[in-house]
């Protein structure tokens, strides 16, 4: 078996300013999907990292994955960077949870959270 990619799915209540915490960091839109006057999906892209942000009950799913998506909780994504200092001047004011920090796995990094309520790492790993 081969695995090609593995994409994480962002739960939120509305997609716009998750979309636009990305769009800020760099990400482009792939494709977008309305429910109603407003987003109910997305999918991002930065290089081959991609991220999807969903609105919680989105009436395109089905049940019972619809409902599933309104217990949703906060979902953590990690993703490694050449450049820490672009990562912080483009998101200048976001909320950071966990400041500029070395970790024991020889990663400089801080985390954010994104409008929605997940937490975004950036990493920049020393190899």
Known sequence: MKVSSATPVLFVDRVEPTRDFFLKAGFEVMFD???????????????????????????????????????????VVFIEVDDLEAVIAALAGAKVVAERHKTFYNADELTYEEPGGNLVTFAKMDR
């Open 33 to 75: 999907v309305p429910e109603g006057d407003r987003l109910g999906f997305v999918g991002l892209h930065h290089g081959g990292v991609q991220v999807m942000v969903e609105l919680r009950g989105n009436s395109n799913e089905k049940e019972p994955f619809r409902g599933l998506t309104r217990e949703s909780r906060r979902a």
